[in-house]
């Protein structure tokens, strides 16, 4: 069958984010939308002739369309191998170890992470490097600027290859191999943590339950926890991937991952309690009546996480985006090591794992990894949580009051207001930003303005630039206000307000969050003039 090259015409130049590009899955179905963009990234790569990819995707409606396109349009474009995951399936984090595993060139990741899937909803792609993690500033730019000139793309007319078939098919004269998704993760896992004593945990009588909110975790989890870790069957609720995460959010946090919470709060919780999103990159973490902030997950998982045989050596430092609480910073500053502070986006992780700077990284948002991959990984977290429950037989709770006794509480949350009018966010933004000079030492409502700036971030390893990542104010007493605008919503502007509250004192470490932070909450409403200029009068999210 031969190659065809098809004529079109540029579709309006389409920027990826941090985390590629995501859009309602009608936009992606638009005739040659899905075919342009993925043209724009074999040329933004520099051509894929000669070179072997790893392509699978979160199993979200249009997934498995959308990989055969892929393929004939690699094909075409002179790729020698496709590596795909059965029924084209792989989680994010396996996509990036197995890109690091075979030696690929790179990967195409199907997903729109956390937003819910399906016609009506979501979709998204992204490419990652050879080093398995997010393509770089430079790389996305690339891409962009074909998107907006591109006039054709090349793709071989051919049947449907086989997703469900283990083996090597072709497709012109490229092989593609399907291969099993989980297998080579489970070996990563098995090579980090110890699961014999997570086995002997299980064994003992230990009760989790694992939320895959019919998302794609669900047969990592399964084979993972239930088959090899020997938990009880039934520890994995909402296991089966579906098209539509059964009409759910796949967002682990409190709201979307109702269900877990609900028995992690109820009578006869279980012991753990873990969720993990569409692409298995995200993760929360539960005690029994405990949310534990992925900020305070990730200061926890520093201060033990030599209890697990891959870090028994200690870690070479961590890193966190900026509006992550700066709970990780005491414990890394207890343990002598390192703590970079990087704007929102696993990418930027990704420069500090490779120079060997880091071997910890975590965001607000729920996202903790390590130097294993170079993506965030969901159930890494939760089987490095199990790791250390194992070894230290302490239960979730009793684990935190003793980081916080030791290094202090950082109350936490953030607030999103979703789908603001564009121009409101961006009013609201720049006002804030043109006062931020003369703040400092101002007295908003009962706190007393320390420092306030926007945050700009030198990378240490290739000496890059990112501007305008977000506005910081912090108060005295160890307050802290953080502002930003999304660059992952898909409809309007999406204003994350993040608010912190340092609290040392023994007595006060078990206070209700809100009430903490309702002086900072006042001080931030003040500050930006948030409900006049957008009208909005409560945040859609609470996290
Ligand atoms: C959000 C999170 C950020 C995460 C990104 C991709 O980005 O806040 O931490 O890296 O999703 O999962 P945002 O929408 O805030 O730009
Ligand atoms: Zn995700």
């Given at each position: 069958?031969?190659?065809?090259?098809?004529?079109?015409?540029?579709?309006?130049?389409?920027?990826?984010?941090?985390?590629?590009?995501?859009?309602?899955?009608?936009?992606f179905r638009r005739?040659h939308f899905l075919e342009n963009y993925v043209?724009?990234?074999?040329?933004?790569?520099?051509?894929?002739?000669?070179?072997?990819?790893?392509?699978?995707?979160?199993?979200?409606?249009y997934?498995?369309q959308a990989?055969?396109i892929i393929?004939?349009m690699?094909?075409?474009?002179?790729?020698?191998?496709?590596?795909?995951?059965?029924?084209?399936?792989?989680?994010?984090?396996?996509?990036?170890?197995?890109?690091?595993?075979?030696?690929?060139?790179?990967?195409?990741?199907?997903?729109?992470?956390?937003?819910?899937?399906?016609?009506?909803?979501?979709f998204?792609l992204?490419?990652?490097?050879?080093?398995?993690?997010?393509?770089?500033?430079?790389?996305?730019?690339?891409?962009?600027?074909?998107?907006?000139?591109?006039?054709?793309?090349?793709?071989?007319?051919?049947?449907?290859?086989?997703?469900?078939?283990?083996?090597?098919?072709?497709?012109?004269?490229?092989?593609?191999?399907?291969?099993?998704?989980?297998?080579?993760?489970?070996?990563?896992?098995?090579?980090?943590?110890?699961?014999?004593?997570?086995?002997?945990?299980?064994?003992?009588?230990?009760?989790?339950?694992?939320?895959?909110?019919?998302?794609?975790?669900?047969?990592?989890?399964?084979?993972?926890?239930?088959?090899?870790?020997?938990?009880?069957?039934?520890?994995?609720?909402?296991?089966?991937?579906?098209?539509?995460?059964?009409?759910?959010?796949?967002?682990?946090?409190?709201?979307?991952?109702?269900?877990?919470?609900?028995?992690?709060?109820?009578?006869?919780?279980?012991?753990?309690?873990?969720?993990?999103?569409?692409?298995?990159?995200?993760?929360?973490?539960?005690?029994?009546?405990?949310?534990?902030?992925?900020?305070?997950?990730?200061?926890?998982?520093?201060?033990?996480?030599?209890?697990?045989?891959?870090?028994?050596?200690?870690?070479?430092?961590?890193?966190?985006?900026?509006?992550?609480?700066?709970?990780?910073?005491?414990?890394?500053?207890?343990?002598?090591?390192?703590?970079?502070?990087?704007?929102?986006?696993?990418?930027?992780?990704?420069?500090?794992?490779?120079?060997?700077?880091?071997?910890?990284?975590?965001?607000?948002?729920?996202?903790?990894?390590?130097?294993?991959?170079?993506?965030?990984?969901?159930?890494?977290?939760?089987?490095?949580?199990?790791?250390?429950?194992?070894?230290?037989?302490?239960?979730?709770?009793?684990?935190?009051?003793?980081?916080?006794?030791?290094?202090?509480?950082?109350?936490?949350?953030?607030?999103?207001?979703?789908?603001?009018?564009?121009?409101?966010?961006?009013?609201?933004?720049?006002?804030?930003?043109?006062?931020?000079?003369?703040?400092?030492?101002?007295?908003?409502?009962?706190?007393?303005?320390?420092?306030?700036?926007?945050?700009?971030?030198?990378?240490?390893?290739?000496?890059?630039?990112?501007?305008?990542?977000?506005?910081?104010?912090?108060?005295?007493?160890?307050?802290?206000?953080?502002?930003?605008?999304?660059?992952?919503?898909?409809?309007?502007?999406?204003?994350?307000?993040?608010?912190?509250?340092?609290?040392?004192?023994?007595?006060?470490?078990?206070?209700?969050?809100?009430?903490?932070?309702?002086?900072?909450?006042?001080?931030?409403?003040?500050?930006?003039?948030?409900?006049?200029?957008?009208?909005?009068?409560?945040?859609?999210?609470?996290?």
């Amino acid at each position: 069958m031969p190659t065809q090259i098809v004529r079109t015409t540029p579709i309006e130049g389409q920027k990826p984010g941090t985390s590629g590009l995501r859009k309602q899955t009608a936009v992606f179905r638009r005739p040659h939308f899905l075919e342009n963009y993925v043209q724009a990234i074999f040329d933004g790569i520099g051509g894929i002739e000669g070179k072997t990819l790893i392509v699978g995707g979160d199993g979200r409606f249009y997934n498995d369309q959308a990989i055969q396109i892929i393929l004939r349009m690699a094909a075409a474009n002179g790729a020698t191998k496709c590596i795909v995951g059965q029924g084209g399936i792989l989680s994010t984090p396996a996509a990036s170890h197995l890109i690091r595993l075979r030696k690929a060139d790179g990967g195409l990741i199907l997903s729109a992470s956390h937003n819910p899937g399906g016609p009506d909803a979501d979709f998204g792609l992204k490419y990652n490097g050879r080093n398995g993690g997010p393509a770089s500033e430079r790389i996305t730019d690339e891409i962009f600027q074909r998107t907006a000139t591109l006039d054709f793309f090349k793709i071989a007319a051919c049947d449907d290859i086989d997703l469900t078939e283990i083996g090597i098919q072709s497709v012109e004269s490229m092989e593609v191999e399907i291969v099993d998704p989980v297998a080579d993760y489970a070996t990563l896992m098995r090579s980090i943590v110890n699961f014999d004593k997570i086995h002997n945990l299980f064994a003992n009588g230990f009760t989790m339950c694992f939320d895959a909110m019919h998302a794609v975790t669900g047969p990592y989890a399964h084979a993972i926890l239930e088959d090899m870790l020997g938990a009880a069957k039934g520890t994995v609720i909402n296991g089966i991937p579906s098209e539509d995460f059964g009409k759910g959010h796949p967002d682990p946090n409190p709201i979307w991952a109702k269900q877990l919470m609900d028995k992690m709060y109820g009578t006869d919780a279980p012991d753990f309690g873990a969720a993990s999103d569409g692409d298995g990159d995200r993760n929360m973490i539960v005690g029994r009546g405990a949310y534990i902030t992925p900020s305070d997950s990730l200061a926890l998982l520093t201060a033990k996480a030599h209890l697990a045989p891959a870090y028994r050596g200690g870690l070479a430092g961590v890193a966190r985006s900026m509006p992550t609480s700066r709970a990780v910073d005491r414990v890394a500053d207890s343990l002598g090591i390192a703590c970079y502070e990087t704007p929102t986006g696993w990418k930027f992780f990704g420069n500090l794992l490779d120079a060997g700077k880091v071997t910890l990284c975590g965001e607000e948002s729920a996202g903790t990894g390590s130097d294993h991959v170079r993506e965030k990984d969901g159930l890494w977290a939760v089987l490095l949580w199990l790791n250390i429950l194992a070894e230290t037989k302490m239960s979730v709770t009793d684990l935190m009051n003793d980081l916080w006794a030791t290094h202090g509480r950082c109350y936490y949350s953030r607030l999103d207001y979703e789908a603001v009018e564009s121009d409101k966010a961006t009013q609201m933004i720049n006002g804030l930003q043109a006062k931020l000079g003369d703040l400092v030492g101002q007295k908003i409502g009962t706190l007393d303005i320390e420092t306030a700036d926007e945050f700009s971030y030198l990378d240490p390893v290739d000496g890059s630039t990112s501007a305008n990542q977000g506005l910081r104010i912090s108060f005295v007493g160890g307050a802290r206000v953080v502002f930003r605008l999304s660059g992952t919503g898909t409809q309007g502007a999406t204003i994350r307000i993040y608010l912190e509250q340092l609290e040392i004192n023994p007595n006060r470490l078990q206070q209700d969050v809100m009430s903490v932070l309702q002086p900072v909450r006042d001080a931030a409403l003040i500050l930006s003039d948030l409900v006049a200029i957008t009208g909005r009068t409560a945040p859609d999210v609470i996290t």
